[in-house]
Structure formats: C-alpha cells, structure tokens
C-alpha cells in the first residue's frame, strides 16, 4: 500500500488545488494532470498524460487513470487504466457491469501499471515536473 501512498501524494502535489493543471519541463513532452470526476463508488478520478501531436490531433503518450480511495491512514491512488493514442493502445485493469460497477479484475494488469507509474513518477521526478522550474497552467 505504501507504493499507492506514493502514487497519491505525487498526484495531489502535481495537481495542487487545481482541477486541471499542465505543467511543462523544457525538453520534454507537457504533462496534463485533471481531476475527471467520480467513480460509481464516489471516489475522485485523476488522469496523468504526456501530450503530442499528430496530423493535428492531440494524442496521449501515454495516460494513465488513477482512483483515489479515502482511507484512514493516507488516501491511496490505484491506477485503473492505461493508454497510449501512438501505439493505439487502452487497457482497463476492471470490467464493469450496467450500473458502472466493477465486476472482474485483470491482476496482472494492476501489477504491470504499478510497475509502470512507479517509473514514470520517478522520472517525472527527475525531469522536474515536481520541481520549481516546472511551468504550470491553469
């Protein structure tokens, strides 16, 4: 759990008080973090993208959905889902019935997206995208 931890205080300083935030690292791709919304159990929705373009299209390279759980000792961030529009690519780690539900879990899903998101937080990390030569936007 303390890796989910990690993964939702890197999500709250990154998006701060906003509800949407892109930051940009000279170098690098921009990072679009926003807040989009509720999951049918009622906790917030984060998604975290790297941004390019294509034929002018705007494609996410990749984005990654995090849930945030309440819990008592520290909320929790749990990645949901991956995406990456240049590969054509989007993995969801739960099915979901009629009402939104979540109904079966993909466990080896979850595990390669934790391996996943503990990398890229960690570069994110290193090219400052944490740090104060970050530009943010509203």
Known sequence: MKTYQH???VLAQLLGNDTAVRLTVNGFMPLSVENIGQSAEGNRLIAISHTGEQNGDLMRDPEMVFEIHAWADAPVAEPLSF????????????????SCKK??????LKQELKSFARMWFRNLKEQGFLGKDAIRER
Do not use: I, P
């Not at 990456?84 to 009629?98: C, I």
């Not at 109904?103 to 080896?108: K, L």
């Open 7 to 9: 993964f939702a205080t």
């Open 103 to 108: 109904t079966h879990v993909n466990a080896s």
């Open 83 to 98: 995406r990456n529009d240049y590969m054509g690519l989007m993995q969801e780690v739960y099915r979901y019935d009629d």
